[in-house]
């Protein structure tokens, strides 16, 4: 059975860092993408970063390039979203997620087969 379980969301001043934690149980975490979106309020939910070993570095979404940090730790089975300089408009509920397919490194949604319940992140301006 996959697991996906995030960790490290919180309440935050603007301008502060946080960071999340997602731990991977259940699949061979190695040969998976692994992403986080997030769902803001009023908005769909939205890419907002990816790690694979194929794609030659991570990508992101424009709205938080330069200011969070994707990375994996495949001997721990987990990937970490590193966020600094956080705006209000950074407020939702991170998830992350899972792609099988091996490298793919996507953007899209519905390429993501296994999801975490969710972590909230507020910023207080």
């Known amino acids: 059975q996959v697991q996906l379980v995030e960790s490290g969301g919180g309440l935050v001043q603007v301008g502060d860092s946080l960071r999340l934690s997602c731990a991977a149980s259940?699949?061979?975490?190695?040969?998976?993408?692994m992403a986080w979106f997030r769902h803001t309020p009023g908005e769909a939910r939205e890419f907002v970063a990816v790690?694979?070993?194929?794609?030659?570095?991570?990508k992101y979404a424009d709205s938080v390039k330069g200011r969070f940090i994707i990375s994996r730790d495949n001997a721990k089975k987990t990937v970490s979203l590193q966020m600094n300089s956080l705006k209000p408009e950074d407020t939702g509920v991170y998830y992350c997620?899972?792609?099988?397919?091996?490298?793919?490194?996507?953007?899209?949604?519905?390429?993501?087969?296994?999801w975490g319940q969710g972590t909230q992140v507020t910023v207080s301006s």
């Open positions: 997620a899972a792609d099988r397919q091996y490298g793919r490194g996507s953007n899209v949604e519905s390429d993501y087969v296994y």
């Open positions: 259940g699949l061979t975490f190695s040969t998976y993408s």
């Open positions: 790690v694979s070993w194929r794609i030659s570095s991570p």
